[in-house]
């Protein structure tokens, strides 16, 4: 059964900075993985989506690494914002039809 | 440009009433899923569709049913609420398994009491 984990469980960091949040799963047959953005009260935005075939993702000042061989994702966040202040959750999926399987997500705080 | 819409929002149950949370997405997807969000556990799945008049159990299934009657709705049902589902409930779709992008709806946040 896949496990995902996300490390830290919370960051802070001051306004400006660059900062990568990380995200390992135990099942190096994971399909795709993505990465979501949950605001509090909200629901999931998806930011970006890796197939099993590719290395990285870029939107805007958001870069995602996948690495099956040796179980990682990154989510590298550049010039950070004070909007950029929610919870990242990364989710992998087998590439059946039984969904994602989520981490618990990372909290991050950008400081102004 | 609605996506996955979730009704309702807000809800509180009384110990052993039953609801059921709507899902509709108009985006023509095939794939259809109801996850719960507890603190400290993550998502987890409760059930999910692959189309039309079909369904599946997923990690967390007990105590739930669903629907898929038409494509483009996917109903959750508690037939007697517990206090162990409260909870925010997200449904997703894909256009099909694994290899697309998952999208959600806003989350139905139900306390039962």
């Known amino acids: 059964k896949q496990e995902v984990t996300q490390i830290p469980a919370a960051l802070s960091v001051p306004e400006g900075e660059n900062l990568v949040l990380n995200c390992s799963f135990t099942?190096?047959?994971?399909?795709?993985l993505q990465w979501f953005r949950q605001d509090p009260g909200k629901g999931l935005t998806s930011l970006l989506l890796?197939?099993?075939?590719?290395r990285e993702q870029t939107s805007g000042r958001l870069n995602a690494s996948l690495d099956k061989s040796s179980g990682r994702s990154t989510l590298y966040i550049a010039a950070s914002q004070p909007g950029d202040s929610a919870t990242y959750l990364c989710?992998?999926?087998?590439?059946?039809?039984?969904?994602?399987?989520f981490g618990k997500g990372t909290h991050l705080i950008i400081q102004p | 440009n609605a996506g996955v819409t979730q009704t309702p929002k807000f809800r509180v149950l009384k110990t052993g009433q039953s609801m059921t949370l709507l899902c509709a997405q108009d985006?023509?997807?095939?794939?259809m899923y109801w996850y719960r969000q507890d603190p400290g556990m993550g998502l987890r799945l409760i059930h999910y569709?692959?189309?039309?008049?079909?369904?599946a159990k997923g990690e967390v299934p007990d105590g739930y049913n669903v629907s898929r009657l038409k494509k483009q709705n996917f109903l959750l049902g508690l037939e007697s609420a517990a206090p162990s589902q409260t909870s925010v409930y997200f449904c997703?779709?894909?256009?099909?398994?694994?290899?697309?992008?998952?999208?959600f709806g806003q989350g139905t946040r139900l306390t039962v009491v």
């Open positions: 569709s692959v189309g039309e008049g079909t369904t």
């Open positions: 890796i197939q099993s075939s590719q």
């Open positions: 989710a992998g999926s087998g590439g059946g039809a039984d969904g994602l399987t």
């Open positions: 997703a779709s894909s256009y099909w398994e694994g290899g697309t992008e998952a999208f």
């Open positions: 985006m023509n997807h095939e794939y």
């Open positions: 099942d190096s047959a994971i399909y795709n």
